[in-house]
Each structure stands twice: as C-alpha cells, then as structure tokens.
C-alpha cells in the first residue's frame, strides 16, 4: 500500500525559513517522480514543484522560483521542501504527492499525503 | 497563462446525474491528459479520472470522464448520485508553460 506522509510545517515569521520531508513508503522511491502541491485555506490546489526519480530533473512555479528547492533522498525514501523568504500568501497546506506517467506531460497525481499546514505571519 | 475554467458550484439530487465542466484557455484541451480529484472536506484529494476517461482501481463506474473539442473543455460526469459524492472536484492538465495545471474547483452538493 502507497504510503506518503509529510512533517515539518508550522508557524513561521514572514522572510523565515521551512523545511518539508514527506516519508514514502509501499513503491519504489526512485522510480517515480514526486511532486508538492499545495493549498491555501478556503482555495484550490496549486502544483509547487516537481522532481524526477533520480534528483537530476526539478520543476517550479514560478510563484516559488529562486525560494522554494525541491530534494530526495532516495536511501531514506524522502522528498523534502527547502522553503526560505517565506511569505504570507506561502500559507497553505502542503502535500505530497507521487506522480504516475510515462512521460512528464502525461504525469499526474495519483497518490497524495495528508497534508500539513505551514503558516507564514508575524 | 493557461487556465483551466469550472463552475464554482453544482448540485443535484441523489439518484441524479451531474456533470462537471473544465475549459481550457487556450489550444486543444485534447492535446494533453485531463484528470480529475475528488476532495472531501479536510482530506487530500484522490483521483477519480485520469488520462481522460480512465478510472483508477476501486473508482465506481458512475465516475466517468470526457473531453469535447467543440468546446475546448472536459467533462466529469456522475450518475446516480449519493451523498458521499458531495465534494469539492478539481480538474488538473498539463501546459508546456505552467506545467501541471489545476481548475479553480466545483463544488458539488447533493441534495
């Protein structure tokens, strides 16, 4: 069974800094590509970053582009989020999600982590 | 940018079908895969469709989904209707440019 599991959210102040690990379990890590959505309080989903299986290929949007850096490790099966200059429209909930595709504009989202809540304010 | 358009809202009757809508701002909407999450409140979101009109396993039959080139849009559709359905459903593809595209949402309410 897909597992996914984030930690390290919480309170930050504003041009603080976060960092994100999401613990994979029950597929092989390597294999897959993985990826960060995230969503506001009472908003939609918005995708963050995305990395491939072996670490060489990364993704961002550009609402996170020169803060935000994307890693695994795949010895330990953990994708993390390095988040710094945190702003307030940063709040949100932050999941993990594994991606399922064969080529990146075919990848999508087919098993998510709960989720956990950074929020950014002073 | 590429936009993924749905309504905010949708309701129906239990027993009933709805279906859902999701335009594509610009070029085909057929050019790249359409997929589709249900998200319950206080839950992460799952998937119902992917790659257009597949179902994952374990995904009821009165999930299904579709796309319209006429209209540049597609489509999730849900028939008979259960309260469990009520969600919110997000439609998500891929844009060369902002890459992994999501719908603003619908909500759907059964009633």
């Known amino acids: 069974e897909v597992q996914l599991l984030e930690s390290g959210g919480g309170l930050v102040q504003p041009g603080g800094s976060l960092r994100l690990s999401c613990a994979a379990s029950g597929f092989t890590f390597s294999s897959f590509a993985m990826s960060w959505v995230r969503q506001a309080p009472g908003k939609g989903l918005e995708w963050v970053s995305a990395?491939?299986?072996?670490?060489?290929?990364?993704y961002y949007a550009d609402s996170v582009k020169g803060r935000f850096t994307i890693s695994r490790d795949n010895s330990k099966n953990t994708l993390y989020l390095q988040m710094n200059s945190l702003r307030a429209e940063d709040t949100a909930v932050y999941y993990c999600a594994k991606f399922r595709g064969k080529l990146w504009s075919d990848y999508y989202f087919d098993y998510w982590g709960p989720g956990t809540l950074v929020t950014v304010s002073s | 940018n590429f936009m993924l358009t749905q309504p905010h809202s949708v309701s129906e009757s239990p027993g009933k079908t709805v279906t859902i809508s999701c335009t594509g701002s610009s070029g085909s909407i057929a050019s790249n895969y359409v997929q589709w999450y249900q998200q319950r409140p206080g839950s992460a979101p799952t998937t119902v469709v992917y790659e257009d009109n597949q179902r994952p396993s374990g995904v009821p039959d009165r999930f299904s989904g579709s796309i319209d080139t006429s209209s540049n849009s597609a489509s999730l559709t849900i028939s008979g209707l259960k309260t469990e359905d009520e969600a919110d459903y997000y439609c998500?593809?891929?844009?060369?440019?902002?890459?992994?595209?999501f719908g603003g949402g619908t909500k759907l309410t059964v009633l």
């Open positions: 990395m491939g299986g072996s670490g060489r290929t990364t």
């Open positions: 998500q593809s891929y844009d060369s440019s902002n890459l992994w595209v």
